[in-house]
Nanobody, 111 residues
Framework: VQLVESGGGLVQAGGSLRLSCAASGFTFTNYGMRWFRQAPGKEREFVAAISPSGRTPNYADSVKGRFTISRDNAKSTVDLQMNNLKPEDTAVYYC?????WGQGTQVTVSS
């Protein structure tokens, strides 16, 4: 199993970023996928999840209405569109499938 995130960067508050996770080594359509994040000095926290079909996303309250998770089963990718970013969204963002994690991608939101 391999999960590789991309798309992080530095953005001003109110801006947008789109993260992508490329998955390989397993049958992608069999698994729900999730995004987590970890800010400096804090525990890793759940951000968003999507079912294998892509029809039932769910979100942490802190990002609901601003972030959108989606997946492309043909490409084995799961994306996280992040709009109206806030400084408190600054963290390393991780793609997750059950016990497997990507290496993370840094998102920094300046005020």
């Amino acid at each position: 199993v391999q999960l590789v995130e991309s798309g992080g960067g530095l953005v001003q508050a109110g801006g947008s970023l789109r993260l992508s996770c490329a998955a390989s080594g397993f049958t992608f359509t069999n698994y729900g996928m999730r995004w987590f994040r970890q800010a400096p000095g804090k525990e890793r926290e759940f951000v968003a999840a999507i079912s294998p079909s892509g029809r039932t996303p769910n979100y942490a309250d802190s990002v609901k209405g601003r972030f959108t998770i989606s997946r492309d089963n043909a490409k084995s990718t799961v994306d996280l569109q992040m709009n109206n970013l806030k400084p408190e969204d600054t963290a390393v963002y991780y793609c997750n499938r059950q016990d497997y994690w990507g290496q993370g991608t840094q998102v920094t939101v300046s005020s």
